[in-house]
């Protein structure tokens, strides 16, 4: 099984500033015929679905704002937002789809210092 | 519009069986694989199953293996997962979601069903 793992757990950041979650996968998840990573990250507010953002490492979902940007290849990955904002409070995971069983990072959650 | 909606999600006792449909609508249901995940009360997200559009993958978690059965009715536009067996563990909001596009199960999820509660206990 490929094992996520994200830090940090938390994240305090001021407002308009830049704030970074990694993920680290236990094998890579870069598949080698298409040089895809199959690499995902979600957005979960409270009470709420979880709502993709970055699929493939780096493409951003339609709607997304341009302030969230995914990089990373391999094993290693990163979700930076480049200036928070009030409304990007939530818990951000990372989620592998490259081979079952299909997992997820353990979570970050996002605040406003 | 693409939409899921999950049904069923009940409190239950332990050793008890449970299934719960998730209704689809929006898009040609027999041409994507969808997912169910899972989300323990405070707890992160945890794939449970999926399975491909027309039913002939099928994969499950080990935490469930065994115990759930996921299955699909096309003409319906409904998937189901049978839960037997229920633990204090299981206790959960589930989530079915629906695989980004209609060429293989190992896609992203693009769009998730609002959850159905599920609670295990005596």
């Known amino acids: 099984d490929i094992v996520m793992t994200q830090s940090p757990d938390s994240l305090a950041v001021s407002l308009g500033e830049r704030a970074t979650i990694n993920c680290k996968s236990s094998?890579?998840?870069?598949?080698?015929?298409?040089?895809?990573?199959?690499l995902a990250w979600y957005q979960q507010k409270p009470g709420q679905p979880p709502k993709v953002l970055i699929y493939?490492?780096?493409t951003r979902e339609s709607g997304v704002p341009d302030r969230f940007s995914g990089s990373g290849s391999g094993t290693d990955f990163a979700l930076t937002i480049s200036s928070l904002q009030a409304e990007d409070v939530a818990v951000y995971y990372c989620?592998?789809?490259?081979?079952?069983?299909?997992?997820f990072g353990g979570g970050t959650k996002v605040e406003i210092k | 519009q693409v939409q899921l909606v999950e049904s069923g999600g009940d409190v239950v006792q332990p050793g008890m069986s449970l299934r719960l449909s998730c209704a689809a609508s929006?898009?040609?249901?027999?041409?994507?694989?969808i997912y169910w995940v899972r989300q323990a009360p405070g707890k992160g997200l945890e794939w449970v199953a999926l399975?491909?559009?027309?039913?002939?993958?099928?994969h499950y978690a080990d935490s469930v293996k065994g115990r759930v059965s996921i299955s699909r009715d096309n003409p319906k536009n409904t998937l189901y997962l049978h839960m037997n067996s229920l633990r204090a563990e299981d206790t959960a909001v589930y989530y079915c979601?629906?695989?980004?596009?209609?060429?293989?199960?190992?896609?992203?999820?693009?769009?998730w069903g609002q959850g159905a509660l599920v609670t295990v206990s005596s």
């Open positions: 979601a629906r695989a980004s596009s209609s060429d293989s199960y190992y896609r992203h999820f693009d769009y």
């Open positions: 399975i491909s559009s027309d039913g002939s993958a099928i």
């Open positions: 493939w490492a780096s």
């Open positions: 989620q592998q789809y490259y081979s079952s069983p299909l997992t």
């Open positions: 929006g898009f040609t249901f027999n041409t994507f694989a």
């Open positions: 094998q890579s998840v870069l598949y080698s015929s298409n040089k895809r990573n199959y």
